[in-house]
């Protein structure tokens, strides 16, 4: 199992909006920044969220990060076919001294 | 553009060692930390290892500490993973990864990726 949880599978149908959820505890998201990428088939992994919820250049603000306590959110707003894929939380973790990935999220445009 | 280039991937058989290299450039590579992530089979992603952009920092996964070695020679922009005693549990796509911030290390904030190189390590 991942030390961060998320749910193994999200969808939506094109222009709809999709959460989804990343949950941590004391010795990660509670206490550090969390991190959120983008795995498209085919391609590396791209950085979409850094420090919880800043966009970098190029991301488009349909993408956005939140995060309380010991739990993280990614919302996607106005779906689009190319956003299928897999989506992945991280943050440092105190306890294993480094960085931990959630199991990562199967996002279906339906 | 800042580039990212693995190689030393390939077919192995289990116990057997590999070294992976990472070519960098299009940036000032001594500035950053540097990372490995591998993804397994239909599998997500895992952290293996990181590297401060001295040396002087380095940082393992539980599951290849004391079997894998992290290093980096800035003179050449190159990243180097050492890898002992493989495991077919170590099978996996290995992506070199840069830190985002210069001087940082640790946070897990990697604005550029390789596109990967393959290891298999059959028994």
């Known amino acids: 199992q991942s030390v961060l949880t998320q749910p193994p599978s999200a969808s939506g149908t094109p222009g709809q909006g999709v959460t989804i959820s990343c949950s941590g505890s004391?010795?990660?998201?509670?206490?550090?920044?969390v991190y959120w990428y983008q795995h498209l088939p085919g391609t590396a992994p791209k950085l979409l969220i850094y420090r919880n919820d800043q966009r970098p250049p190029g991301v488009p603000d349909r993408f956005s990060g939140s995060k309380s306590g010991t739990s993280a959110s990614l919302a996607i707003s106005g779906l689009r076919s190319e956003d299928e894929g897999d989506y992945y939380c991280?943050?440092?973790?105190?306890?294993?001294?480094?960085?931990?990935f959630g199991g990562g999220t199967k996002l279906t445009v339906l | 553009e800042v580039q990212l280039v693995e190689s030393g991937g390939t077919l192995v058989q289990a116990g057997e060692s590999l070294r992976l290299s990472c070519a960098a450039s299009e940036f000032r590579f001594d500035d950053y930390a540097m990372h490995w992530v591998r993804q397994a089979p239909g599998k997500g992603l895992e952290w293996v290892s990181g590297i401060s952009w001295n040396g002087g920092t380095l940082g393992y996964a539980d599951s290849v500490r004391g079997r894998f070695t992290i290093s980096r020679d800035n003179a050449k922009s190159s990243l180097y993973l050492q890898m002992n005693s493989l495991r077919p549990a170590d099978t996996a796509l290995y992506y070199c990864?840069?830190?985002?911030?210069?001087?940082?290390?640790?946070?897990?904030?990697?604005?550029?990726w390789g596109q990967g190189t393959l290891v298999t390590v059959s028994s």
């Open positions: 990864t840069k830190q985002s911030f210069s001087g940082s290390y640790g946070q897990p904030s990697f604005d550029s």
């Open positions: 004391s010795s990660n998201i509670a206490t550090n920044n």
């Open positions: 991280a943050a440092w973790d105190d306890t294993l001294s480094g960085p931990v």
